[in-house]
């Protein structure tokens, strides 16, 4: 199972960054449970950022 799995509430944006900084996806994030589609980046390193209110969670995955 490749999913990752964040408790957000209220909205949240959520962006993608490559390893090198590059942004790749950028969303509003309104609803409890929101699926992203990975199928338009390619394989590699990524980092997720959801910021929500004033916390901010930063997340490595690994597209493969």
């Keep these: ?4 799995y964040f408790a957000l509430k209220g909205t949240s944006s ?7 900084g590059t942004e790749v ?3 509003e994030l309104t609803q409890e449970s929101t699926d992203i589609n990975l199928n ?3 394989n590699g390193v990524y980092f997720v950022k959801i910021k929500n209110g ?3 969670i930063t997340q490595k995955i690994v597209k493969q």
Excluded: H
Aim: no cysteine; aromatic share 4%.
């Design 1 to 4: 199972d490749n999913n990752q």
């Design 14 to 20: 959520l962006k993608i960054y490559s390893a090198i």
């Design 25 to 27: 996806l950028s969303e």
């Design 40 to 42: 338009t980046i390619e």
């Design 54 to 56: 004033s916390s901010i």
